[in-house]
């Protein structure tokens, strides 16, 4: 028997609790349908882990995320804790997890759902069908860069200064996990930049394109400039099929492919980090945050956080047909109209959180028939 998989779940403030019990159904119904069994720690994260231990992530807890398998994460934050010091707040302990677990490339990925075509902004043409993948550099660049700083200056002006730094290491390795994504998907990678007027895009062009000619010439390699890019999300992205990007470019870039999708309640998130021993530090996380202003109310989407334990299960389980049987539930249960508040459309049926949930079991209960 293989030894079970190490999960740890941090629900963290806000709706992280309410969208992560439905999570928890579908970890149930696999471990009764599926015969896969995790070993589910929780654990607390956020403005809750600052009333119960004054920390936003606990040293206990940080340790239980070294020793797992993949953290799966709620989302923090909220009024409560609107006051407390800089370094206590609690998006602090996000920071904190995504530090110590080392999670260089963030995963974002940008689909359109057939039964969700016209909650996107763009026509339904130019966006059905669509499936995106953003890798982001999330460790380097130019929010973490050396000088940074406001300085005053002799003649009582100030001078801010944030510096982009990528080494050739840094580059190489999002970049592998682009060009690996790509070999499962479609074969195309597009590299982001502005190398034509950055040191640091120039020297990222080039370790790209070294890196594909020695170990990934099976995949099509496209550089773009980023604000090329940015157009091109918005005239053809059924272009792209893997993006990668620095940080600062990737952080915009997302966004823009996610909002093409419709609402922020659809979409998933996974950061990954370095492998070693075959196994890879992962966490995975809904982009939306704690949303207090529904917070308790039993009508936030789980659907994000449900896409993020699909991603989970494909990419630190190797469970693709697992992910897909979720994916496709979702998929069912917007086709028949249900839908959540937040994308909500004339002549649907509109249900809670908990509903949805449900909903969504009952499915895999059928395409698992
Ligand atoms: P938010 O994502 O929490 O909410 C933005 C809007 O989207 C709100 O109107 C909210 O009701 C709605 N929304 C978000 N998720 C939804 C869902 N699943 N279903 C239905 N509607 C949803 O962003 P915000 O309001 O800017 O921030 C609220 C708190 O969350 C702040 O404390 C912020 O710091 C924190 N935050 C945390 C994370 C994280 O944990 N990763 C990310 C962003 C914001």
Redesign the pocket.
């Known amino acids: 028997m293989p030894a079970n998989k190490k999960l740890l779940i941090l629900p ?1 403030d ?2 992280g609790p309410e ?1 992560m019990r439905q999570v928890r159904r579908v970890v149930d119904w696999m471990d009764r349908r599926r015969h896969v069994s995790f070993d589910v720690a929780e654990g607390l994260v ?1 403005g809750c882990a600052i009333d119960q231990h004054g920390v936003p992530v606990s040293d206990e807890t940080m340790a239980d995320a070294m020793a797992v398998d993949a953290v799966l ?1 709620g ?5 409560k804790w609107d006051g407390v010091p800089f370094d206590r707040r ?2 602090a302990g ?1 920071l904190r997890l995504r530090k110590e677990l080392g999670l260089f490339a963030n995963l974002r990925p940008a689909i359109v759902f057939d039964a969700l075509v016209d909650a996107s902004t763009l026509k339904a043409e130019v966006v059905r069908g669509l499936d995106i993948m953003i890798v982001r550099e999330l460790t380097g660049g130019v929010y973490f860069g050396e000088p940074r700083g406001i300085t005053d200056l002799p003649n009582g002006e100030r001078r801010g200064v944030n510096t982009q730094v990528y080494t050739t290491s840094e580059i190489h390795r999002v970049a592998r996990v682009a060009f690996d994504l790509a070999r499962k998907r479609n074969k195309k990678v597009h590299s982001v930049e502005k190398a034509n007027v950055m040191e640091s895009g120039l020297l990222w062009r080039q370790e790209v394109t070294k890196l594909h000619a020695a170990e990934f010439a099976d995949v099509e390699l496209q550089h773009m400039y980023a604000d090329n890019c940015a157009m091109q999300l918005l005239k053809n992205p059924s272009q792209f099929d893997v993006i990668v990007t620095d940080n600062l470019f990737g952080d915009m870039l997302s966004d823009e492919a996610a909002m093409i999708t419709g ?3 659809m979409l998933p998130s996974a950061s990954l980090g370095a492998e070693e021993g075959g196994r890879r530090r992962a966490l995975y ?10 917070a308790g109310r039993d ?4 659907i ?1 956080t449900l896409l993020s334990f699909a991603m989970m299960l494909r990419y630190s389980f190797d469970m693709d047909e697992d992910a897909k049987l979720i994916e496709g539930a979702i998929e069912k249960v917007l086709k028949g109209g249900m839908r ?3 994308i909500m459309a004339p002549g649907m049926a509109r249900c809670s959180t908990t509903v949805m949930g449900e909903s969504i079991v009952r499915e895999l209960d059928k395409l698992a028939a």
């Open positions: 963290g806000g709706i969208v956020g994460l989302a923090v934050g909220g009024p609690p998006e996000l609402s922020l309640g996380e809904p982009v939306h945050g704690s949303a207090p202003d529904i009508v936030a989407n789980p994000a959540t508040a937040d």
